[in-house]
Each structure stands twice: as structure tokens, then as C-alpha cells.
């Protein structure tokens, strides 16, 4: 019913101050264009579009603009001025590809940005990552430390069947430093922590626990027949000859096994009890014995 809409749109249009900003009377006055038109009064209806986009020109509402430019088109081809439908049938098409170029340039300009963070957040995990493993990771020889290990134990729970702590001390390390120099006790704890790494599994954990004592946290292992050998496989792998000065020099290691059977235990009281087994074998001599390295 144009009629009736366009009654409306002029009783509105009179009441003093009712529409005060542009974009409002444009909206209006584009409406008012497609009742004309309607109605059949064409050239009404390109007035009332012509004004509708002087109205929307200062507002850079480029979506409204559009709407009107079309509805211009269209009321000029009804009354047959159809030189300047084309004219603005090219403007159209000009501020379609227009809008189509910023919202392109937005997108990819969003894409990028978006791709800038995840480069940020990636680069800020691989920090943090580092971060963790260098905090947890012994400067000397390369494998966990103490932070580590403690870290480990705390987060057993009782969902694990078993665990088994292999605590390792190298013998008479004080009399390797003292005869033959720190030089070479560090590389004899290094040869310790590279024989930790190669012996144990994928899953278990090994780190220096302080000085020459290192422990491997092995989860879920079934019994102490499956942890004994893997701490005679590490004390055979330690105990091969170096030769130093012209001098062979045959480095020990005691290794005490302890399996529980409740992985939530006090990891103190683990490791306490590893500790101990390990003093047993070394003051009464009873140390795993050599069976080949299996590497």
C-alpha cells in the first residue's frame, strides 16, 4: 500500500525536529522513492532518491549509499532517462567494488593479525617450554634435576599399579676428583647421566639428584624382577674401564632398587628408602651384577 506509506512518510516528515540527523531523512526519503515509484510517479521518485543521496554523501554509510544508487537506477530507467541510469549504474558497481576492496584489505589485514599472535603465542610457549626445561634440566649433565625428580613423585597417584626408584652414587667419587681432578669427575657423572639415558625407557624418568647420586622414576613396572636387571643393566653400563694418564681407571656405581606397590606414598619417604638401599649395597659390597649393557 505506497499510498498509505507515503502519507505516513510526509506526516512524519512535517512534525517538526521528528528526524534531526542526515542519515534518518535519507532513509526516509530513499522509502519515500520506492512509494513513488510504486505509484508510478517516476520522476517524483528520482527526486526523492537524489535527495536521499545527498543526505547519505557526508554520512560514509557506503552499505546505505548503495541502496540508494540502486533504487536511482531503477527510477530512472522508469522514467526513461536511462543515460543517467547507466551513470549511476557505474557508480554503483564502482562503490560496490569500492567496499569490496576495504572489506578484502580488512580481512587480510585481520588474518595477519591473527597470524602475528598465533606467531607470538607459539613463540611465547617455546619460551616458556625452555623456560621450564632449563629450570628443570641439570646444567652439568643434561638430564632432570632434583626439580624435576621432586616434580615427578608428587604427581604419582593411586591410579598407577606400581613405581620403582633406582638411586645411584658413584664409588670413591671424592678420591676420582681429589687424584685425578674435577675435569674428570665431571665427565664420569656426564658418562653417568648418557648410561641413564640409554638403559631406561622412553617413559621413565632420570635425573641428578645432587652431587654424584642420580635417580630413575620408573612407573608402572610390574615387579623388582623387572626393576633389578634394568639396575644391573645400569651398573654394567657404568662400570666400564677409562683409561687416564696411561692409568686404567674402572669406575663403580651402588645402586639401591626400591618397588611400592601405593605410588601415592610420601615421595620423601621413597626416596629415603631408595637412599638406604643404596648405602646397604654400598657398605656391605652387594652391588647388581655386571650383565652386559644392552644398548
Known sequence: RPAEALEIIRQTA???????????????????ARCLRALGRSAEAVAAANRAAELAEPSDDHHE????????????????????????AVELKRQMWNLHRRQTAQLVEQVWARAELEQQRRALEA???????????????RIGNRRLLE??????????????????????????NDVHGHALGDWVLADLAQSCREQ?????????????????????????QIAGPLGQ??????????????QLLRVGASIGVVV????????????????????RHKHHGV?????????
Open 287 to 295: 652391588r647388581p651384577p655386571g650383565d652386559p649393557p644392552q644398548r
Open 260 to 279: 611400592e606397590g601405593n605410588p601415592a606414598t610420601d615421595p620423601a619417604a621413597l626416596l629415603a628408602r631408595a637412599d638406604a638401599e643404596m648405602y
Open 14 to 32: 512535517g512534525d517538526a525536529g521528528a528526524i534531526v540527523w542526515a542519515a534518518g531523512r535519507s532513509s526516509l526519503a530513499l522509502v519515500e
Open 151 to 176: 616434580r615427578v613423585l608428587g604427581n604419582v597417584t593411586d591410579e598407577q599399579d606400581q613405581i620403582a626408584l633406582l638411586m645411584a652414587d658413584i664409588d670413591h667419587f671424592k678420591e676420582i
Open 127 to 141: 619460551q616458556t617450554a625452555a623456560a621450564i626445561a632449563s629450570a628443570e634440566e641439570d646444567a652439568l649433565t
Open 200 to 224: 631406561v625407557r622412553s617413559d621413565d624418568i632420570a635425573g641428578r639428584y645432587g652431587g654424584d647420586e642420580f635417580v630413575v622414576v620408573c612407573e608402572d613396572l610390574a615387579s623388582e
Open 233 to 246: 643393566r645400569l651398573a654394567a653400563s657404568i662400570a666400564q674401564p677409562v683409561t687416564v694418564g696411561g
Open 65 to 88: 549509499l548503495m541502496l540508494i544508487l540502486d533504487e536511482l537506477v531503477v527510477a530512472e530507467r522508469d522514467a526513461g532517462d536511462l543515460d543517467a541510469a547507466i551513470a549511476h
